[in-house]
């Protein structure tokens, strides 16, 4: 076992090693003092990272008032979070109808200028439409399912602490599915992965013949990087076939794994990603989706020709600048969507059997790996808590938040061998994001300067009022958001 890593650290040439607690420190000792009765109010403590909540869960207690009163609060708080945006879906288009109308009347008779901010208007219209709906649809529920699994992870895991505690004093943990993690590399996970390897590079052609695939990050030291991490990760995890890794030039947040073994890295996760754990946790994490096949017993409900049908006609109403119904238009614009989206539905699929199960293997690939175990739950806090609910929007509809997930992740650490060193960080990845910051300006510079047909037909629009959002902003300050105006004259004041 990490003979690669050892092997590096013996050479005393680059990895910086942070060494980290083992996780019997860091949680609850049976020693520890009874729980007392919380005097912070219950919500405040859904703003804290899911790490901190398992440590903190065991030693505070609520009264069943508080909880009934914090669960109505939420779920009041989605209601009219999401009444309010379906509101202003309902407010935008009845205004790009009665600007239609206005076009239609003035008919000839318009002059250039009229026609033209009308023209804007409409189109600014679309996409503050678009983008409530998008709000309402994606960004709200997810909010409010992550503040959701923290309450119940703060209610329920003192007793599932317990029970994982005797379990592992018993050695029953040893029954567990997948407990054989010293035979990781020599496993049966889910029979031939070699047979996916067909299906997953005709999946990689139909992306890229549909246009849907985006180019590849040109920066080889960028690419080798995330290469040598996955590679180390596959060599010590279940994977049988040879991986193929490429970095996309992406703003979504997101990282996918098509069968047989080609992973697909986006540029917006490799922003978001603060130490080599977190990137070694998401990819494990998707390696472990091609080792247990996730993807071939998908396939059984769906063909490729079936996906790619759905992919090519968001990708002609793309590029023909029609706006879809379905948010797709400001989606697109934002990053919120786009590829992940489309292929996750549909070939990635969403099924909580099948993420509890990439969730077990991937940790158990990352501890086989010699890294901190805890970067995947760290990198998915950060993507629920401060990146959001708005940039994280196509990461949480392939990884939903629901606590069974964190409550499984939690077990499996505490259920492995303790490691003497687990891997944090290291200076290659500092390395790497240091090559990553003109690769993302020179992205971002050009997203400015050449509009894509994204922006619509009409050219030389003001475009609307961007949302106003601050990383780590609580949900409710975005439920406050007021309808902003299509288009901002001198005089407006940005409220109505
Ligand atoms: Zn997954």
């Given at each position: ?91 935008y288009?009845?205004q790009v109808?009665?600007a239609r109308?206005?076009l ?8 250039n200028t009229a026609r033209h901010d009308l023209h804007c208007r409409i189109q600014n219209l679309e996409q503050l439409r678009s983008e ?189 600048g029609?706006v ?5 238009y400001y989606?697109?614009q ?114 400015k300067e050449k509009p894509s047909l994204l922006l619509g037909k009409e050219e030389g629009c003001t475009p609307p009022p961007k ?17 902003r105006p299509a288009v901002v004259t001198?005089?407006a004041?940005?409220?109505?």
């Amino acid at each position: 076992m990490n003979t690669q890593l050892s092997r590096i650290t013996a050479a005393g040439l680059t990895l910086v090693m942070v060494h980290l607690p083992c996780m019997a420190s860091l949680a609850q000792s049976p020693l520890s003092p009874a729980p007392a009765a919380s005097t912070q109010p219950l919500h405040d403590y859904l703003q804290k990272p899911y790490l901190e909540l398992f440590e903190i869960a065991p030693t505070v207690t609520f009264t069943s008032t508080d909880v009934t009163a914090e669960r109505q609060a939420l779920k009041q708080g989605e209601n009219s979070c999401r009444d309010r945006f379906k509101d202003h879906t309902k407010q935008y288009g009845r205004q790009v109808d009665q600007a239609r109308t206005e076009l239609k009347k003035g008919g000839e008779a318009l002059d250039n200028t009229a026609r033209h901010d009308l023209h804007c208007r409409i189109q600014n219209l679309e996409q503050l439409r678009s983008e409530a709906e998008v709000l309402a649809g994606q960004a709200i529920p997810n909010a409010y399912d992550n503040l959701g699994a923290k309450l119940d992870l703060l209610l329920l895991w003192p007793e599932q602490y317990r029970k994982a505690q005797s379990e592992l004093a018993s050695g029953t943990h040893q029954q567990r599915r997948w407990a054989d993690v010293k035979d990781i590399g020599f496993r049966d996970i889910a029979g031939r992965q070699q047979d996916d390897i067909k299906t997953g590079q005709q999946a990689v052609d139909e992306l890229k013949r549909t246009g849907l695939l985006p180019p590849a990050v040109e920066s080889k030291p960028i690419q080798e990087y995330v290469k040598s991490v996955a590679d180390r990760v596959a060599q010590h995890s279940d994977l049988k076939v040879p991986l193929h890794v490429t970095v996309l030039q992406s703003r979504e947040i997101n990282a996918f794994a098509l069968p047989g073994g080609y992973l697909f890295i986006e540029r917006g996760l490799l922003e978001q990603v603060d130490d080599e754990a977190e990137l070694a946790g998401v990819i494990a994490h998707e390696i472990a989706h091609d080792t247990a096949r996730h993807g071939h017993k998908l396939m059984k409900r769906a063909t490729i020709a079936g996906i790619f049908y759905q992919a090519a006609q968001i990708a002609a109403v793309v590029l023909t600048g029609g706006v879809a119904g379905i948010g797709m238009y400001y989606a697109l614009q934002y990053g919120f969507y786009g590829l992940g989206m489309v292929l996750s539905l549909k070939l990635l699929g969403i099924s909580r059997d099948f993420e509890l199960e990439a969730d077990q293997l991937g940790i158990q690939y990352a501890w086989n790996s010699g890294y901190d175990t805890t970067g995947f739950v760290r990198f998915f806090d950060k993507i629920a808590t401060k990146a959001g609910y708005i940039n994280g929007a196509s990461w949480f509809r392939t990884h939903p938040p629901f606590f069974e997930r964190m409550f499984a992740s939690q077990r499996e650490m505490m259920f492995l061998p303790k490691e003497r060193d687990q891997i944090v960080q290291t200076s290659e990845f500092l390395e790497m994001k240091k090559q990553l910051a003109p690769v993302v300006a020179a992205a971002q510079k050009e997203e400015k300067e050449k509009p894509s047909l994204l922006l619509g037909k009409e050219e030389g629009c003001t475009p609307p009022p961007k949302l106003e959002y601050k990383p780590g902003q609580p949900i409710e300050t975005l439920c406050a958001t007021p309808l902003r105006p299509a288009v901002v004259t001198e005089t407006a004041s940005g409220c109505e």
